[in-house]
């Protein structure tokens, strides 16, 4: 039904748009996504197959390198959080489970490598070429595209073909010798991966081309457990496995068996399998592999109804297809080839995550470790809130809203399963990993209902919200609702966590107001504004301060760590309360101090000690002081609009468009963070952004697009265009809704949800009245 | 039902017999039942609370000796086969599951103990008394009977008291302080343990008086979970854990709580917990805690089903009629009070095993890993079939057979849900373990269909046991089946494998001529005869052969270990053919030859450096060189039949009943075997055995009952009477069935099983002609 609508209006749209918008009918937009973007450097996002917020996400792996050497942390092991490091010259193989540009990992789970020659059951390394079953290879030889990744292992010369659909990985691989040939099956194999990681694993060979198992880890998940069910598309010759750890003594009389031959019931925790066969030169042998939370004969039943076959062209079109649905939500003119690879490459990093988390009957395992079928709503994991909160979920509320339901629902779901009765902080796969400051859940929840987006139960969300905010035991929320803020004696993010804990609060005042909760609203708009209390007006920063009330004497601005913040220093931090940004003007001296205070930070040279040991974004990363390849400060550029100096908000809004987001493996300047990175670029090159989700307001700020239509699920169009739109003419002259002027700096979620027609006429110069 | 008919038919028996029968009404057959017997040496049963085959066995532990030593087997692992040793002087708690009788390990998931005084998270060591929560208790302070068990923890002034119902342990703790005190649960404790062991564990306190978890190991069983769920009487004031593993270092944000102290979601290998209460002297706290081999829910449910209340003397009362029920199928008259106890005790120790494997909504995990729902059948699970279908499962034919029928039906599941498509062999918790040898599953198939016992598809039971026999890679069943013997070099216990294969196959070819699958008969009883092969008739024994056909050099007929067989030395095994013994006499030389064979075997002296290797019977279990402590010479005395000198048969088997268990914690002088011995006992002394199950006839003995009434479940009752009973009239003189005089020495099973009464005439002096 959503996609009759959008084919309706697509074409209602193109009848009236022909002039501004260029794109071709016949022009699919799938092949304007490169998955290789963000594959160098810091953008840790991944280049193999996966469809709009898959749960398997197949891609190569190009080593396996430990978490930690002798206990201590590996620095080395953070480019590898998608699995995939652009520079490595090797491929391990294919695993079915990867995050996108996140700053810490996880997954890789059951790495598939096609091999021929010599059986070899380990990975080798990369500086002895044939120590193992890896191979060179090219990125001559490499093609990524959405839902289809090629690549040439010269090492075995194999071509591998990957693409999927949502459960489902799809591998097919082109033998070129005729030579033993064999395929690897790693259940050890990890993204950041450790010894021990792996906690068990199973494997059973129900007959010569079906294999099924599972696999538990203690990861960043702590106790995460992922089924699967493979099938072969030509039948084995012969099969193996190697256990590499002992077998326990008391199991002596297992020794009846010889297990590492043609066995069919493996079990431990350090498992590679082969599976060999004969075949002709250029011969094709496929493999599918299905995901399932929880069981084998979910997994089996998942690949029976969404790959019964063995058309790899089929199941790569069928997710391309889906690809160009996801992508035709928003259709746009923009002015360089290498703008739409940008935008769409954009909107597809921003429905990678979060994944799906459940099997085709409805089934996923819960926080409470057990079976839950997820009634009237899809079941997704992997959230990474802190990151997301932010303009990601906010970008879904306004383009995919009943996906952005069914994710709050998640939440929901996540709160009812939790015996420590908290919504997610980052939550995957059934597990909580804790990670990073504030409880941004309920940001996501406030904006979802108060933009009329989430269908369940507000009351019930707003108190899940109310009870996690008021979890004392949680990261100095007991000292923060007595104080008024954490002290920096009691945690080392006290002023990050203060002042996000305020925004939160916020949040929960806005949902208690709209829902007509008055005392909830009273108390959560006095904690919101707790962000004052860490003000040293004597410095004019935020700054940690002891329970005494004092403030920390030895303190660095310019410094991150170890200050009492996290991913951004004092100068991108002080700028953190999106919710009352007059009142932090106000604090802070006024619209010149703030004005004064953006130019610097914008300008300003951090020095390389600084940037030393910031592990997760690149120099490019920074312009000035200011780090957009972390999230904190991803709403500063729109403040120069209370300081009056709008003109800068879109003098620097085009900067970062066009520094931070380029085409190339290089082209992110820090990690998309589960597409948040994206999301900011899809809201900014549109000309407008969620400066303080909760609310339903977006700032204006500076399109990059000429024109865009915006196709709504409810079947309205909302079309941005800018006039005079070019590199030069970055300043906002104008900006009419539905043909008439705007005043003020803001736009209404209502303005764009009920369609409508956003102008914004462009010029060289800065309208500076 | 059932209990109806046996409630009818006693009635009836008691108004026939009231002069055969002495027993009372009034006097409770439980009473008799002593569950210390066999605790001590080599008996290896548990003296704590169950009902009949419940899933929990709540008893207590006195130690946590490792099964290893830097990785070399420890033998004093061994006398912990059943966490309790008599003679320890320490109490660690008790844990809920045990099997009983084995001669290896696993289990004792979830060991709770009270202390008081100090918080000591570790047992501490026996010798070095308060240097952990264990505990010094006197037998003076214990007191064990069905479904009850009590002892004073004199460390710690406790007494507490245990009681089940099938699938939750009920625990009653009398404090005597009324300082702090502590409930310990255990989570890394077991049986068998080993470092590592414990895969994993997971804890999560619901509320101030619920807890559930499950814990996975990797013992004997390779993949085992089982869930819990706990509650306690009286909500504890605070709680804790202790992880005694290091935290992997990429799980960082989890050291935002102090995961020791009152934290709800607790996951890891090596966890300890502890509850704190305040109590007033002589205050009591009871705690359930319930299992389930499925989720947390599951146990939950199995609480509120079996144990919704605090009532321990209610759950003790049901139980130990329960125990009533199932000892009143067999009502006996006997001479002493000790007789009475060595009886009903024995069918105590006869019905612990196999255990009830499913929650109360039938719902089981599969040896596929998966979920199954029992569907018209009750799941058990703990099959050691090795020594239990010798008498066990015949046993469960005449009195129990709905439930006999039940325990085949989950071994068709096991065979159904195997990936290597065999019955089980020594199976557990939805694992095989593959302990001892022969496929035996066959033998207990074929003896309930042939016994119309099994009301499943026979012949879908036939075809699993012919997969099962004819998979080649099984322990030599390929050289087996194409040499006819299993080749010494082959296997180390080749003689005995292939006289076990021998007799199973005959049971396949029984069950085969039974359906009319005459194909599957003549392949069978061809195989049948395979035991012939390794008659060295040179030396008059059994004796492994080489490939080449030579019998091997260097042989020495006293020893059992590396001589090609198990737990029974040549003298004992050559023996094995209970399907076909006249051929095996006459291969032998026939009635004298094999008379003063007899005559040797139970009069011979075995020196002692034979037994010293044999771990697990006492020198009381064995009498010559007759091993009566382990299995395969259990049809042995009943031979001396067919030498025509039944007299020596009467003589011999109320010497082994005599010497070989006793009142007292040491009466049994070998591993009980999960009922193998006590079955024993109870046809022996009864009059008949089954020398070999899946024959309908049984051979006679003679008994020691005075009289004997059996209840069958089809409502007809079959009685027993020795007339002239007495320590010297040991033999028989003539036996009468339903009043006409029997010739030959064996009883049909339909003679039983329709009821009737059989007559033995006891006298002094041997009848030998």
Redesign the interface.
């Known amino acids: 039904m959503i996609y009759k609508n959008i084919f309706t209006y697509t074409c209602l749209f193109f009848a009236m748009q022909t002039v501004t918008l260029g794109q071709s009918p016949e022009r699919r937009l799938v092949d304007y996504v490169d998955p290789m973007i963000g594959t160098a450097k810091m953008g840790h996002t991944y280049p193999g197959s996966t469809v709009p917020f898959g749960a398997v996400q197949l891609s190569p792996d190009t080593d396996t390198i430990s978490?930690?050497v002798n206990?201590?942390?590996n620095p080395d092991v953070y480019k590898y959080c998608a699995g995939y490091k652009y520079d490595d010259p090797t491929i391990v193989g294919f695993s079915h489970t990867h995050f996108s540009g996140t700053g810490?990992a996880d997954l890789g789970d059951f790495l598939i490598m096609p091999t021929s020659g010599e059986l070899k059951l380990n990975p080798g390394t990369a500086d002895v070429p044939g120590s193992g079953y890896r191979s060179l290879y090219s990125h001559d030889n490499e093609f990524a595209a959405a839902n289809y990744y090629k690549v040439k292992l010269d090492a075995h010369d194999i071509t591998a073909e990957l693409t999927t659909s949502s459960r489902v990985g799809f591998h097919r691989y082109t033998f070129s010798k005729s030579e033993q040939s064999h395929i690897i099956l790693d259940l050890m194999h990890g993204i950041?991966n450790?010894d021990?990681?792996t906690?068990?694993t199973?494997a059973?060979?129900?007959n010569d081309s079906t294999v099924v198992g599972?696999r538990?880890t203690?990861?960043?998940a702590?106790?995460r457990v992922v089924h699967f069910a493979m099938k072969f598309s030509k039948p084995f010759k012969s099969y193996g496995s190697k256990n590499l750890e002992e077998m326990?003594?008391?199991?002596g009389?297992?020794r009846?068996?010889d297990q590492s031959d043609n066995?069919?019931?493996i079990?431990g925790?350090k498992i590679r399998m082969h599976f060999d066969f004969d075949v002709e030169v250029g011969e094709q042998v496929q493999v599918k592999l299905a995901l399932s939370p929880i069981?084998?004969?979910n997994a089996l039943a998942n690949m029976e109804a969404e790959v019964p076959h063995w058309d790899f062209d089929k199941t790569m079109r069928e997710g391309q297809d889906l690809w160009e649905s996801e992508l035709r939500r928003i259709e746009v003119k923009m002015r360089k080839h290498e703008d739409y690879v940008n935008f769409y490459t954009s909107m597809y990093h921003a429905a990678l995550m979060p994944t799906e988390y459940m099997d085709v009957n409805g089934e996923y395992r819960g926080q409470?470790?057990?079976?839950h079928k997820a009634e009237g709503f899809t079941n997704y994991t992997s959230l990474s809130l802190w990151d997301t909160f932010r303009a990601f979920h906010p970008y879904m509320n306004i383009v995919n809203p009943s996906r952005n339901s069914d994710i709050v629902q998640s939440m929901i779901a996540h709160y009812d399963q939790?015996?420590?009765n908290m919504l997610p902080i980052?939550s995957h796969y059934a597990n909580?990993?804790?990670?990073?400051s504030g409880y941004h859940s309920v940001s996501v929840i406030a904006d979802a209902i108060i933009k009329g987006v989430y269908k369940g139960d507000a009351h019930k969300a707003l108190d899940a919200c109310v009870t996690t905010a008021n979890f004392r035991?949680?990261?100095g929320i007991g000292e923060y609702i007595d104080l008024g803020f954490i002290p920096d004696e009691k945690n080392g993010t006290s002023v990050s966590n203060t002042l996000e804990y305020a925004y939160d609060d916020w949040c929960i005042a806005q949902l208690a107001k709209y829902l007509g909760r008055q005392d909830v609203f009273e108390t959560f708009i006095k904690r919101s504004e707790n962000w004052r209390n860490l003000y040293d007006a004597s410095i004019g920063f935020m700054r940690p301060k002891r329970a005494d009330g004092t403030f920390r004497k030895e303190f660095d601005v310019l410094e991150t760590h170890g200050q009492g913040f996290i991913e951004g220093n004092t100068w991108n931090y002080s700028l953190y309360v999106p919710h009352n940004p007059e009142g932090m003007m106000e604090l802070m001296g006024g619209k010149e101090r703030l004005s004064n205070y953006l130019d610097s930070l914008f300008t300003m040279h951090l020095p390389d000690k600084y940037f030393e040991n910031t592990e997760d974004i690149t120099r490019e990363g920074i312009i000035g002081n200011y780090v957009h390849g972390n999230e904190p400060a991803h709403h500063v550029v729109y403040l120069y609009q209370i300081a009056g100096e709008g003109w800068k908000t879109q003098q620097w809004v085009r900067k970062i468009l066009k520094d931070q987001y380029h085409n190339g493996a290089d082209g992110l300047g820090g990690n998309d963070d589960c597409g948040q990175m994206s999301a900011w670029y899809l809201f900014s090159s549109l000309g407008f952004y969620p400066v303080s989700p909760g609310s339903e307001e977006y700032w204006l700020g500076a399109p990059l697009v000429e024109s865009a239509a915006i196709n709504l699920e409810n079947g309205q169009v909302f079309k941005i265009e800018a006039v005079n739109q070019s590199d030069k003419n970055m300043y906002v002259q104008e900006v009419l809704l539905n043909g008439k002027s705007l005043s003020g700096y803001t736009l209404k979620h209502s303005d764009i949800i009920n369609g409508g027609h956003l102008q914004f006429r462009m010029g060289a110069k800065p309208k500076k009245d």
Chains 1, 2 share one sequence.
């Not at 909580?432 to 990073?436: A, F, I, Q, V």
Request: with cysteine; proline share 2%; hydrophobic share 40%.
């Open positions: 978490y930690a206990g201590s942390y810490h950041y450790y021990g990681k906690v068990w199973v059973r060979v129900l599972y538990q203690n990861g960043w702590r106790t326990p003594v008391y199991r009389f297992w009846k068996f066995f069919a019931d079990a925790s069981s084998m004969d409470d470790y057990q079976i939790s015996v420590l980052w909580e990993n804790w990670c990073m035991r949680y990261e």
